[in-house]
Each structure stands twice: as structure tokens, then as C-alpha cells.
């Protein structure tokens, strides 16, 4: 059986649970500059460079794995956000670009599959692809709007090395999370696609968007269905939406994918919105009940934390939703349904 089908088969029984935030949780450890450099040798200050963790301190990556795991997770993602040769860079490490994706991706499976082997319950693993730091689709020059720091061909390089490397660490799905920039996110697609002809075999996609306003737009300007007409022809395995804001805010918005989208839909909010200070303090139990709310509504597939999220986060969670019944997938009528930064469908 393909893992697609494998999720699929798993996501029509109950609602699935994804896990929460790496970023956080690393934080709370208050790793010391050493404990981020290694032995590596590299010239720059690693201080801050998550990924290089699956390297450095793997025992880190794999104690944030587990907690999640023991919390109820069913999918665990691999700490790469960042782990692409365009943010790597920052970090002068651009050159272990391959081996902290793999690194990451092996601690992952092993303990996903550690898990699946005590219970009998399947357990999967999503090869995190982030946006980078580039955007594609604006110019970071205000006096030059056809000015681009990357073209498109330059990012689906950059996301194919990453997502080749998960998959060589054992990933399940490549998730390509955090979308502020629909083109970037077709750069992360087109790689992935090439990965499959040059492998031979699918690798699925999962695909999450972030919004930056109120409104419900990336910041490249999509709507949330606007998006994901723009998407859809990839075939994700799940579309969703991340981080942006907690899940009081994106209320509307995950309402209105879910009544559009014809595959699983995924939805990991923040933990509430950060405070003065940057921090994030909703409760567990908060996050939970505006989460189970969307459940009980039948409008989700997977659900999971992001930025300030916690294993207690993700256990309040799957607590709360453990006898939901999972989102239906709809099957809209057969239309030609296309996207500006607004949805247009064509009329038959």
C-alpha cells in the first residue's frame, strides 16, 4: 500500500494529530553556542540554526520528537524548516545541506516507527520545507519592483536538494508549510516533481498556507481559495493552513476551505497570539477547545500546533477531538476554477 493511501485509509477512521512547534521547544533548553556548532568547524556563529541541531545534538531533535509522539501525534515533522541552502547560508553551512535533512529525517522515521511498532498504530513522517527567506514574487527593493534576489528555477533547485534529502532520511510526504508566497510554493511543487521522475515513484505532497492579514491573504496577495485553485493540480495529500495566528482567527477561513478543498485538510494554528513580549501564553486547554469546535463542525482531517505550541498543547488536543468524527471530503462540481489573487470560475 502507497503511504497516501496508507494516511487516507488512517484519516477516515478520526481525526488525525499532527505535532507542534520545534522552535519553542528548543528555546526552552537554552542551548549554549557550543551545543549548536558541534565539532563542525564552521566559520560562523551557529547559534540559532535549529537544523543544524539533527546534527549536533540529535538527542535534542529526538527528546522534542518524542514528546510529541507520547502526546498523541500521528504525523511527526522533521526539524528542517530552515534547512535549505538559501537560509543555511545565514550560518555559512549551506554545504551540509544534505546531511542535516537526512540526519533529521532519520530521527524522525526511527521514532515514528518505534511508536507504530509498540501500538500497532501507523505513524508518519512530513519532510518540513520552509519558505526560506526569498520571495519570488515581490521585489525587496522598493525603488525596483521588477527587482528579484532569486528566479524560479534558482528555488526549485534549492527546494529539490532539501526534499531529495528528506526523502533519502525516510519521509513519508515533503510538506511544504509556512506558504507567504503562492509562486514559492509552486517553485517547492515543481521540485518535488522532478524528484518523483528522477526517483520513480510519487512522493506526496502536503501543503500548508500562512495568512498575514485579517483579511485571509499570503502576502503575496491569494485568498485562501484563491490559493488553492493555484495549488490543486499538485494533488496534495492535504491543504491546510499554519502559524499566521491562533485559532480564534482563522476561524472563517479554515471554514472556508474545507467546504472547497476535494482532499484532507490540515490545520496547525499558533498557540493564540504572542504578547507584548513576543511569547506565546494560551493555554493548552484554550487552544484545544477553539480547535475541537472546528471538529465537532466536521471541517477537519488533522489537526496540530505551531508557533508556541507545546507536546501539552498537541495532548489537549488530541484529547479533545478523540471521538470526533473526521471532516467528509467534498466533491465539488466539475468547473474550470482558476486564480488571480481572487478565485475565478468559469462558467459553463
Avoid at 49 to 54: E, G, M
Avoid at 72 to 88: E, M
Avoid at 186 to 192: H, T
Wanted: hydrophobic share 45%; with cysteine; aromatic share 6%.
Amino acid at each position: 500500500m502507497s503511504a497516501r493511501q496508507h494516511f487516507r485509509d488512517a484519516a477516515a477512521k478520526r481525526v488525525l494529530i499532527f505535532d507542534g512547534a520545534f522552535g519553542t521547544q528548543i528555546q526552552n533548553r537554552k542551548l549554549s553556542e557550543a551545543d549548536y556548532a558541534g565539532d563542525l568547524g564552521l566559520p560562523a556563529d551557529q547559534k540559532g540554526n535549529n537544523d543544524i541541531l539533527a546534527l549536533t545534538r540529535p538527542d535534542v531533535i529526538a527528546d522534542i520528537t518524542r514528546a510529541y509522539l507520547d502526546a498523541g501525534s500521528d504525523v511527526v515533522s522533521t526539524n528542517t524548516f530552515s534547512a535549505n541552502r538559501i537560509s543555511q547560508a545565514d550560518y555559512a553551512a549551506e554545504g551540509l545541506v544534505a546531511d542535516i535533512n537526512i540526519a533529521s529525517g532519520k530521527i524522525a522515521r526511527e521514532l515514528a516507527d518505534e511508536y507504530a511498532a509498540k501500538d500497532g498504530r501507523p505513524r508518519f513522517v512530513a519532510g518540513a520545507i520552509g519558505p526560506t527567506n526569498k520571495t519570488l514574487s515581490l521585489s525587496p527593493d522598493v525603488e525596483d519592483p521588477g527587482y528579484r534576489e532569486i528566479d524560479f528555477d534558482e528555488l526549485v533547485a534549492v527546494y529539490n536538494e532539501q526534499a531529495a534529502a528528506l526523502v533519502q532520511g525516510g519521509v513519508d510526504f515533503i510538506l511544504i508549510e509556512t506558504v507567504f508566497d503562492t509562486l514559492n510554493a509552486k517553485a517547492g511543487i515543481m521540485a518535488v516533481k522532478q524528484l518523483e521522475r528522477d526517483l520513480g515513484h510519487e512522493v506526496p505532497v502536503m501543503i500548508s498556507m500562512t495568512l498575514t492579514d485579517l483579511s485571509g491573504r499570503n502576502l503575496s496577495g491569494h485568498t485562501v481559495e484563491a490559493f488553492w485553485y493555484a495549488v490543486r493540480h499538485a494533488k496534495p495529500l492535504t491543504i491546510g493552513l499554519n502559524c499566521s495566528f491562533g485559532a480564534e482567527q482563522l476561524r472563517p477561513h479554515v471554514k472556508v476551505l474545507s467546504q472547497i478543498a476535494d482532499t484532507l485538510l490540515m490545520i496547525y494554528p499558533n498557540a493564540g497570539l504572542p504578547n507584548e513580549l513576543g511569547e506565546y501564553d494560551e493555554a493548552p486547554e484554550t487552544t484545544a477547545g477553539l480547535v475541537a469546535d472546528w471538529a465537532d463542525h466536521g471541517q477537519v482531517n488533522i489537526l496540530g500546533g505551531c508557533c508556541g505550541s507545546t507536546p501539552e498543547h498537541i495532548a489537549a488536543i488530541a484529547q479533545a477531538v478523540a471521538k470526533a468524527e473526521p471532516r467528509a471530503v467534498p466533491h465539488p462540481e466539475p468547473a474550470m476554477r482558476l486564480a488571480g489573487l481572487e478565485p475565478f470560475t468559469v462558467a459553463a
